[in-house]
T-cell receptor, first 109, second 114 residues
């Protein structure tokens, strides 16, 4: 079964950084950590992914711990449009793809 | 290029009926995966097809099935519908393996079972 865990919800002030943690204890050595977000009534949207090193793109930064059992997605300057459910993707022991429950992020003006 | 297309977008069925949903992946993508999303259970993996073969399957009963055609288009079928099957069904396509390739999602098919 699913082995990714995320906080249920998080509030963030507009313009501030939002740090979203995820535990993915069953990630194997050659599999990537992916983050997606879903804005209400739309399909999930890719944000960022990484293997071992920290990654940054125009949307976010990803920090992966050295043991790869957890990661943190950082939205550097949250805007109202970043209000969404954020999912990190891991893999369970029996190879079933796991989305986790996601973190509902609410950005407040 | 065109994104992932799912049809129909909305449909209403009654208990005991069956339903078929369609997904057209991005051109060149060979992997199509399906997900069920409900308020109570969140986003759950149904199955994945790659080159017409089911490669992974989630924890759903045998009433849920799927297939993939040679052009990578995929269909999923739910037989003997139950009220609890009401959900948003999403499909996603990718170039390769689920965990090493970016997933591109469609807008989903919203199924209501009465």
């Amino acid at each position: 079964d699913a082995k990714t865990t995320q906080p249920t919800s998080m509030d963030c002030a507009e313009g501030r950084a939002a740090n979203l943690p995820c535990n993915h204890s069953t990630i194997s050595g050659n599999e990537y950590v992916y983050w997606y977000r879903q804005i209400h009534s739309q399909g999930p949207q890719y944000i960022i992914h990484g293997l071992k090193n920290n990654e940054t793109n125009e949307m976010a930064s990803l920090i992966i711990t050295e043991d790869r059992k957890s990661s943190t997605l950082i939205l550097p300057h949250a805007t109202l449009r970043d209000t969404a459910v954020y999912y990190c993707i891991g893999r369970s022991n029996d190879y079933k793809l796991s989305f986790g429950a996601g973190t509902t992020v609410t950005v407040r003006a | 290029k065109a994104g992932v297309t799912q049809t129909p977008r909305y449909l209403i069925k009654t208990r005991g009926q069956q339903v078929t949903l369609s997904c057209s992946p991005i051109s060149g993508h060979r992997s199509v995966s399906w997900y069920q999303q409900t308020p109570g259970q969140g986003l759950q993996f149904l199955f994945e097809y790659f080159s017409e073969t089911q490669r992974n399957k989630g924890n759903f009963p045998g009433r849920f099935s799927g297939r993939q055609f040679s052009n990578s288009r995929s269909e999923m079928n739910v037989s003997t519908l139950e009220l609890g099957d009401s959900a948003l069904y999403l499909c996603a396509s990718s170039l390769g393996d689920l965990l090493t390739g970016e997933l591109f999602f469609g807008e989903g098919s919203r199924l209501t079972v009465l």
